[in-house]
């Protein structure tokens, strides 16, 4: 089993490594070169979108439903531990190159959206179905490809986005409430399924409650920590941007490990955080009543602003500021990303362990039912429908285990299997750039006219 496990380290390790982070982030500043920086039309436009409602629209759920579906899944507890692991290993520069992921991970996000949106088909019944294996089906005539994709984004469901989310939900009730973990992991499925088995319209409705609240709740606590540590702040942005860029020592003991370490974790983590370029938020953009493609596509790309531009960066600049102010903590001695957050909020009397408390388990749970409904749609596309009802029994059966056993492999796994479904998925946002290119010409000055192509109705 020793054998096994160090093979399946080394493949994540390969799949992980540089040639990844050049993919994804080489992806991200050629989109935003041919998009023409559509980064400002994200947050000049997609912003006021997301809250606007769209009726005339062909979809399932509301532009802003689909938006806090995908957000569901993206702002997880890789933006409060992930942040900190990437400042423990690759040093308070990780933090400017997490940021500037996310910045021009927003091209990636909208590329990848489009193209959901434009290849989507509907079923008989009438549910919309879309993502990166119907641009490669109907796109690029790639079934196979398209095939992939939904078996390695349905399997990883499993651990990423369901076993590993309740085990964390499960570690900090055991910590701070002494709740057994095997009852976290009952009382997690039971209210999963409750959900979930209401398909996209109930998840979605679910997560336009919880997502803003969760968001919002952490964001002013690590506003109160900012304004506890307002005297370092200045310090604290010239040690993130100075140590982006080269090793040493800086205030508070903080060290930096180098470009290369810096920009290999802050990229790293960032890319994991916002999931621009896997293709899996593009799965609930197909769901939303749009008039046309590029209106949706550009309130799915802000979900890449809020996940790592604000939230992650927020995170980084509470736990940098945090270190400067108390130079007994040594990030270069944790690395344990968890403990150095927790060490941040613990600076709020009283009430700092509750946020972040409160904060890890929303953000976990709201994780597990944003990919419970991209595994269903994955899991549609290569097995059929007649599996949908297995899928979600299973998936609520890996709730309930997951906090009483070994996750490491389980992790691992999924991280790979996180990595190889990003592979189909930037083939097909490069080979139909052209096309996505085309559709945002001709309908980013008049996102309020409707398209009326019509969208092809399938056989369930």
Known sequence: MKAVTDVINQIDGIVWGWGMII??????????IR????????????I???????????????????????????????????????????????????????????????????????????????????????????GLNLKWLGMLFAVFAGFASFGIGCATQVN?????????????????????????????FG????????????????????????????????????TTIVTICKLAFSPGAAAGGLVGRGLMMAMHYGVARGLFSNESGLGSAPIAAAAAQTKNPVRQALVSSTGTFWDTVVVCLLTGLV??????????????????????????????????????TIGIISFAYSTVLGWAYYGERCVEYFAGRKALIPYRLLYCVVAAIAPVVALDLVWTIADILNALMAIPNIIAVLLLSNKIVAETKRWINNLDEKDERPIPVIKD
């Open 23 to 32: 993919l994804l982030l080489g992806t991200h500043l050629f989109m935003t």
């Open 35 to 46: 998009t023409g920086f559509i980064q400002r039309y994200s947050i000049t436009k997609g």
């Open 48 to 138: 006021p979108l997301s809250v606007a409602k769209d009726n005339d629209g062909e979809g399932e759920v509301s532009q802003f439903g689909a938006l806090t579906t995908a957000l569901a899944s993206t702002i997880g507890t890789g933006n409060i531990i992930g942040v900190g692991t990437a400042i423990a290993l690759g040093g308070p520069g990780a933090v400017l190159w997490t940021w500037l992921t996310g910045v021009f991970g927003i091209a990636t996000k909208y590329s990848e959206s489009l193209i959901a949106l434009m290849y989507r088909v509907k079923t008989e019944d009438g549910r919309m179905q879309g993502g990166a294996m119907y641009a490669l089906e109907r």
């Open 168 to 196: 964390a939900i499960a570690t900090v009730a055991k910590e701070n409430f002494n709740i057994p973990p095997i009852a976290v992991g009952i009382v997690v499925a039971v209210l999963t399924a409750i959900v979930i």
């Open 199 to 234: 398909g996209i319209k109930a998840i979605a409705s679910v997560c336009e409650k919880l997502v803003p609240f969760m968001a919002i709740f952490y964001v002013i606590g690590c506003i109160i920590i900012l304004v506890m540590n307002a005297d370092t702040l200045g």
């Open 319 to 356: 736990l940098v500021s945090t270190i400067i102010r108390n130079p007994s903590i040594n990030a270069t001695d944790i690395d344990n990303g968890g403990v150095l957050t927790s060490k941040a909020f613990s600076q709020i009397p009283y009430i700092g362990p509750w946020i972040l």
